[in-house]
């Protein structure tokens, strides 16, 4: 008999294509791109790259040329070409190569309307596997030792729910569940959300820093500030929610800024800068070894929940990984890799 697939086919297997956004055909061509991106509710970091690769094409292409050249005037093997050179002269790492790839397939199909090219014969960046980072749990009290409040508190959230950095600072007011003892990640890695516990030990860090981010919001409303950011769907059926407590972030920044998009002034998070800064200079501090990051705390969490016997998929969901595979990683750092096989050295 054979055996059970490991998971279902992707939903976009049984999707209808989607139809196609056609551009303002006045506007200049990044324009164009940054138009069919926000109709197309694309995350801002998303914008961000994948404006940065196709400006890249665009210069690859005017190098190749001697001159400005649409890329509809490109010649065919271009596209190729550019992400060839990116493997070889550039020395990308594979996930950077394939974000340069989704980029231009974007700028082709969505933008430009036209089939991408072959690419058979592309040079392929090689895909390297890495061991992560993982500190030891009296490494990591030393690491807290340093930090200095309120980054402290933060650092520790990092570590006892398994956030990435960015998920962490996106908290709202109404993520934190006291009573369930349950974090709620909205909007996470491809745009899922899922839950993860909230620690004993930093309920009542927490509830100070709520009090903290309720003065800041306070004075926001005293002020008559605009809200904060609020998913555009959200931000147009519920005008009012981004002036809401429930809504406003757990770790409000100190100074309002400019919103990149639409260039109003309000309140953002902390700005994920700091959070590396501190953590930099607390592991300095604190004498580490190891380089330590805000993500290597991730690593922590989950290499320290597999050590004490938690199981896999249960850590799979906590991490919020797609497939089991990708929570396996962790199994290689394990305090006794091997299930505690002894070395032959020792006897």
């Known amino acids: 008999m054979n055996p059970q697939p490991d998971r279902f086919p992707q939903p976009d297997t049984f999707r209808r294509p989607r139809e ?10 990044i324009d164009q791109c940054r138009e069919v991106l926000r109709l197309r509710h694309m995350a801002w970091r998303t914008e961000e790259a994948y404006l940065g690769w196709i400006r890249r094409y665009l210069r690859f292409c005017r190098d190749r040329h001697g001159s400005w050249v649409h890329p509809k005037d490109c010649d065919p093997g271009m596209l190729r070409e550019f992400l060839s050179d990116l493997a070889v002269r550039g020395g990308v790492s594979a996930s950077t190569q394939n974000q340069a790839l989704n980029a231009l397939v974007f700028l082709h199909r969505e933008v430009l309307g036209l089939e991408v090219a072959e690419l058979d014969g592309m040079e392929r960046a090689r895909r390297r596997h890495r061991i992560p980072v993982v500190l030891g749990r009296e490494e990591v009290r030393r690491l807290f030792g340093a930090l200095e409040p309120p980054m402290d508190v933060f650092g520790r959230l990092l570590y006892g729910t398994g956030l990435r950095l960015v998920e962490a600072l996106r908290l709202r007011i109404q993520d934190v569940d006291f009573p369930g003892r349950i974090v709620v990640v909205r909007g996470g890695k491809g745009d ?30 005293e002020e008559k500030q605009p809200g904060v950011w609020l998913p555009e769907a959200l931000e147009r059926k519920y005008p009012s929610a981004s002036t809401s407590w429930n809504w406003f972030w757990l770790w409000p920044s100190r100074e309002a800024g400019k919103d990149p998009r639409t260039g109003r002034v309000r309140r953002h998070h902390l700005l994920e800068r700091n959070v590396q800064v501190a953590v930099r200079k607390a592991a300095l501090q604190a004498g580490l070894e190891k380089p330590a990051t805000p993500h290597v705390l991730r690593h922590c969490f989950a290499t320290h929940l597999l050590e004490a016997g938690t199981d896999i998929r249960t850590v799979q969901d906590l991490l919020g990984h797609a497939h089991v595979t990708t929570t396996q990683i962790y199994t290689h750092v394990l305090s006794k890799p091997g299930m505690g096989v002894r070395s032959p050295l020792d006897g």
Do not use: S
């Not at 196609?20 to 061509?29: A, H, S």
């Open 20 to 29: 196609r956004i056609v551009p303002n055909p006045k506007l200049r061509l």
């Open 192 to 221: 899922k959300d899922r839950r993860t516990m909230l620690p004993e030990t930093l309920v009542e860090p927490l509830r100070l820093q709520m009090e903290e981010a309720r003065r800041v919001w306070q004075k926001d409303r």
